[in-house]
């Protein structure tokens, strides 16, 4: 059974920067699909940034140059580098995975077939 365990969320202030960890079990990130998700308090679930088995990563506009996403495949884990933070970025992280892309843009969470638990990020002012 595939299992997905977030970790690295916290209580930062505007500005600051953290980074969000998905190990994996069951599951080889150098050869899947993975995306992070996030969503905020009243919205629904958008993804904020994919990578795929080739390393091709995509970004949601509103994160994009300020976010970054990375696996290592030595640790079976994905992660997130957050920098710049925003009261908007404020959420539950959620990583996904899936054993193939059907492609290198961000892709709608019902593509996805493994999830992670989340790991809550609050920003504040």
Same mark, same amino acid.
């Given at each position: 059974?595939?299992?997905?365990?977030?970790? !690295?969320?916290?209580?930062?202030?505007? *500005?600051?920067? %953290?980074?969000?960890?998905?190990?994996?079990?069951? +599951?080889?990130? /150098?050869?899947?699909?993975?995306?992070?998700?996030?969503? !905020?308090?009243?919205?629904?679930?958008? *993804?904020?940034? %994919?990578?795929?088995?080739?390393?091709?990563?995509? +970004?949601?506009? /509103?994160?994009?140059?300020?976010?970054?996403?990375?696996?290592?495949?030595?640790?079976?884990?994905?992660?997130?580098?957050?920098?710049?933070?925003?009261?908007?970025?404020?959420?539950?992280?959620?990583?996904?995975?899936?054993?193939?892309?059907?492609?290198?843009?961000?892709?709608?969470?019902?593509?996805?077939?493994?999830?992670?638990?989340?790991?809550?990020?609050?920003?504040?002012?």
């Amino acid at each position: 059974q595939v299992q997905l365990m977030e970790s !690295g969320g916290d209580s930062v202030q505007v *500005g600051g920067s %953290l980074r969000l960890s998905c190990a994996a079990s069951r +599951y080889d990130v /150098s050869r899947g699909c993975m995306e992070w998700f996030r969503q !905020g308090p009243g919205k629904g679930r958008e *993804g904020v940034a %994919l990578i795929d088995t080739e390393g091709t990563t995509d +970004y949601a506009k /509103s994160v994009k140059g300020r976010f970054t996403i990375s696996k290592d495949n030595a640790k079976n884990t994905l992660y997130l580098q957050m920098t710049s933070l925003k009261v908007e970025d404020s959420g539950m992280y959620y990583c996904a995975a899936v054993d193939t892309c059907t492609s290198n843009r961000l892709l709608e969470d019902r593509w996805f077939d493994y999830w992670g638990q989340g790991t809550q990020v609050t920003v504040s002012s």
